[in-house]
């Protein structure tokens, strides 16, 4: 395999009761099929149930395990993880997911469980479509407990009015969840830890309901995060930088990193030309620490495209 190329991966598509075909319509995806909901594109993922794939048959997990140098770089060579440390997707949100939390690191082995950091880029919001994240003010576990109880748990959980091109952070602990009419870009820990605490008393595609985790939620929540806000752009295109990945917002034309160093682009809105290789709205491509500076020449289609630069901090 080349490493002085962008690498990309075959999307990986789930079916979620709350999916809809956005990516379709929205990104030009060609979905498994003409009528499944899909919530979910798994775009970089290096975990056994869902491995990426490149269309040359070679894994992730492989490029992880075996090219580490040449695709990751040396500052990642000292790494423990076993796995590549991020998870990638598109979510498409046709209706309210659940009220959920992840384990907090603290909380996540006695819980048989992983930790999950995470963050969302709104790629898409439909008017008035929301955000629930972190306990309306002075909010304690006994009036989350009673919510519960009542049925009004999203009574208790503040509300962030969503918009297209903003970004919120998630912590482990954090109680959220992602309302109807949005497409987001997620970048989150390698894990698929979620405790649902509460779900609107649906039912799930087999016509029953789904499996709540409520001792779980309530070990994990932080029930001192109130208010939480939408992420600031800084000056450099921060917009978030925490212990498990460092991710940019980009636009115009530029380089994809420094030579010996590796990151993803998530294109999220607009076309961009990488190398002379192509990328549209919803295209994810690795860039190979082995890449030279020529191939990591950016080329922007027009002033709106936009797209991620994903890092793992080392």
């Given at each position: 395999m080349k490493f002085n190329q962008?690498?990309?991966?075959?999307?990986?598509?789930?079916s979620r009761v709350w999916g809809g075909r956005r990516m379709e319509t929205l990104l030009g995806a060609t979905l498994p099929?003409?009528?499944?909901?899909?919530?979910?594109?798994?775009?970089?993922?290096?975990?056994?149930?869902?491995?990426?794939?490149?269309?040359?048959?070679?894994?992730?997990?492989?490029?992880?395990?075996?090219?580490?140098?040449?695709?990751?770089?040396?500052?990642?060579?000292?790494s423990s993880s076993p796995t590549y440390p991020l998870l990638m997707k598109i979510l498409d949100a046709c209706?309210?997911?659940?009220?959920?939390?992840?384990?907090?690191?603290?909380?996540?082995?006695?819980?048989?469980?992983?930790?999950?950091?995470e963050m969302w880029f709104i790629a898409h919001a439909d008017p008035g479509a929301k955000i629930y994240a972190g306990l309306k003010p002075g909010?304690?576990?006994?009036?989350?407990?009673?919510?519960?109880?009542?049925?009004?748990?999203?009574?208790?959980?503040?509300?962030?009015?969503a918009r297209t091109g903003e970004c919120l952070f998630i912590p482990s602990g954090r109680v959220h969840a992602i309302g109807a009419g949005l497409?987001?870009?997620?970048?989150?820990?390698?894990?698929?830890?979620?405790?649902?605490?509460?779900?609107?008393?649906?039912?799930?595609?087999?016509?029953?309901?789904?499996?709540?985790?409520?001792?779980?939620?309530?070990?994990?929540?932080?029930?001192?995060?109130?208010?939480?806000?939408?992420?600031?752009?800084?000056?450099?295109?921060?917009l978030v930088k925490c212990e498990y990945f460092d991710v940019k917002l980009r636009s115009g034309d530029g380089e994809a990193g420094a030579v010996g160093e590796s990151l993803t682009l998530a294109v999220v809105s607009g076309e961009i030309s990488v190398g002379g290789m192509v990328l549209m709205a919803g295209d994810f491509a690795l860039?190979?620490?082995?890449m030279d500076a020529a191939g990591r020449v950016v080329k922007a289609a027009d002033e709106t495209s936009q797209w991620l630069e994903i890092r793992v901090p080392v």
């Open positions: 962008l690498i990309r991966f075959t999307p990986i598509y789930q099929d003409a009528t499944t909901p899909f919530g979910e594109a798994w775009t970089v993922c290096d975990r056994p149930e869902a491995p990426s794939v490149t269309a040359d048959g070679v894994s992730l997990h492989e490029l992880w395990t075996q090219h580490r140098e040449e695709v990751f770089g040396k500052a990642l060579l000292s209706d309210d997911l659940s009220i959920q939390v992840h384990p907090p690191a603290s909380m996540a082995e006695a819980l048989k469980g992983e930790p999950k950091t909010v304690t576990r006994a009036d989350f407990e009673t919510a519960l109880a009542n049925g009004t748990v999203a009574d208790v959980v503040h509300v962030i009015e497409l987001i870009y997620e970048i989150q820990q390698n894990s698929d830890t979620t405790y649902r605490v509460f779900d609107w008393n649906r039912v799930g595609l087999d016509g029953k309901p789904r499996a709540l985790h409520v001792q779980e939620s309530l070990q994990s929540i932080d029930f001192s995060d109130f208010e939480p806000g939408v992420q600031k752009l800084e000056a450099d295109g921060t860039v190979p620490a082995a």
